[in-house]
C-alpha cells in the first residue's frame, strides 16, 4: 500500500510539472525538502507571509467536488458559503479527496484536477501580487502573480466566502 501512495503522490506533482511545462512555467514547480503541515510552516519554508500562501480547501456541493483556493489567513465563513452555494459547507473527507479532486491532502492545487472539478477563487488572494500554491505533493509550490494564478486556475468564479482576513491589518 505505502508504494501504492508513494507512486500517486509522485503522479499528482508530475501532472502539475507537465501543466506548467506545457505554459512555458514549469520551473515555477518547486519541490522543496520539507514544506511542513501548516501554512506558517509552509511561509517559513518558502519566505513569504503566511497569508501569501493559497490554500486550497475541497468541499462537494450536490455530490458534486469543488475547489476554494484562498489567503492563508482565510477561513470559511459558513453564513458566506451558504448564501453562495445555497448548501452549508461540506468537506470532502481525507479518504475521499484524492479520488473526487486528484491530489491527495496537504497537496491540493487548483491545477491539473480531475474533470468536472469547478475551481472558486476567493477575494482574499487579491491582496497580493505574488502567491503560493500546493504543486501536487507534500513538498512541493508553485510561484505565481495573482493574474497567473487566474490564467491557469481557470476557475469558474471569483467568490466571497471567507472571514478573518483583512485587506490591512493595521485597521483592525
Known amino acids: ?3 501504492t501512495q508513494e507512486k ?25 525538502e520539507h514544506i511542513g503541515d501548516t501554512v506558517e510552516n509552509a511561509a517559513i519554508s518558502i519566505g513569504c507571509k503566511p497569508e501569501q500562501i493559497a490554500k486550497t480547501m475541497s468541499f462537494f456541493v450536490n455530490d458534486k467536488p469543488i475547489l476554494i483556493a484562498m489567503a492563508g489567513d482565510a477561513k470559511i465563513d459558513n453564513k458566506k458559503y451558504k448564501a453562495t452555494f ?39 488572494l487579491k491582496r497580493f501580487d505574488t502567491i503560493y500554491t500546493a504543486g501536487g505533493s507534500l513538498n512541493s509550490t508553485v510561484t505565481l502573480s495573482l493574474n497567473e494564478l487566474e490564467t491557469f486556475a481557470k476557475p469558474t468564479d471569483w467568490i466571497d466566502v471567507c472571514k478573518g482576513w483583512f485587506v490591512n491589518k493595521d485597521e483592525q
Open 8 to 32: 500517486v503522490k509522485k503522479m499528482s506533482f508530475e501532472r502539475v510539472k507537465e501543466y506548467f511545462d506545457g505554459m512555458g512555467l514549469g520551473q515555477r514547480v518547486v519541490e522543496r
Open 86 to 124: 445555497h448548501k452549508k459547507a461540506a468537506m470532502i473527507p481525507g479518504d475521499k479527496v484524492e479520488s473526487s479532486i486528484g491530489h491527495i491532502p496537504g497537496a491540493v492545487c487548483p491545477f491539473a484536477v480531475n474533470e468536472g472539478v469547478d475551481v472558486f477563487l476567493d477575494i482574499s
Open 1 to 3: 500500500m505505502k508504494k
